[in-house]
């Protein structure tokens, strides 16, 4: 007899970001994010309407058994690290930063499970006290970490965009080595920011060949806790390693969502 047929998913809160089109609001999530949370983590997707602020990010959170802040086209607002603005021409959204940030801190201390990507990723570092480059490729030793472009700067296919970039490399003997089962792989790349001081409550987890932290987990946290500076949620099913890290975190998840049911 099959006993598992009528466990609950496992439910992951993601955060929406603010997009204006033709003069009307919006608040979006790419499909990309939620594609492989539900076919690879196994979990239901619970969307949170940054824009009406951090009221409700308790309550939200009491529905979630894992959190997944994913990437978007703003940046974090720098005032939140203790930096001046330099990149103007560039879109923020601050209602998203309070929101993440708040999201990030409360599932750390509740034993969430955790999960970001690119942008989601240096909030989980700015969430702690870490800072941020905000031109990384202006900045000595860095390599140019953000997508390719064409000859005259246009943009080029998606695939091109998120294919293979640069190498990262893991650090030996973590559980994200483990888990991988690899010493260095190729990722795709798409930002221009990155880690400048990491938290103190961060461990990096593999590095780019410039020396950028490309990975991390909480130090200190019983849960799973993973921030990714690429983007596996891109084309999963035609990755391992991404299809291990969604799964990974949706075990994780569910292991979450059981303990929570049998209380």
């Known amino acids: 007899m099959n006993t598992n047929k009528h466990k609950r998913k496992p439910v992951v809160l993601m955060t929406s970001g603010a997009k204006v089109y033709g003069g009307v609001e919006y608040q979006q999530l790419g499909k990309k994010y939620i594609d492989p949370v539900v076919r690879f983590s196994g979990c239901i997707p619970l969307i949170y309407p940054t824009a009406y602020g951090v009221d409700d990010v308790e309550q939200y959170l009491s529905m979630a058994d894992g959190i997944f802040v994913s990437g978007a086209s703003s940046n974090i607002d720098p005032l939140l690290y203790g930096q001046y603005l330099e990149t103007p021409e560039l879109p923020q959204d601050r209602d998203r930063d309070d929101v993440d940030v708040e999201i990030i801190r409360m599932a750390l201390a509740k034993g969430v499970p955790i999960l970001g990507v690119c942008r989601g990723f240096q909030e989980m570092n700015v969430a702690f006290g870490g800072d941020l480059y905000q031109v990384l490729h202006e900045t000595p030793g860095f390599m140019d970490h953000r997508e390719p472009k064409g000859p005259n700067g246009e943009e080029l296919d998606l ?88 799964a990974a975190f949706g075990a994780a998840c569910q292991t979450y969502a059981d303990a929570r049911d049998a209380r």
Do not use: C, R
């Open 159 to 246: 695939d091109t965009q998120y294919g293979p970039n640069h190498s990262v490399k893991l650090v030996a003997d973590t559980w994200f080595s483990e888990l991988l089962e690899k010493d260095e792989f190729m990722v795709n790349s798409l930002h221009g920011q990155g880690i400048k001081t990491l938290a103190p409550e961060l461990k990096a987890l593999a590095h780019a060949p410039d020396g950028l932290v490309e990975a991390v987990t909480f130090s200190d946290a019983p849960q799973f806790t993973l921030g990714v500076q690429w983007h596996p949620e891109w084309k999963t099913w035609q990755n391992p390693l991404s299809i291990k890290i969604f």
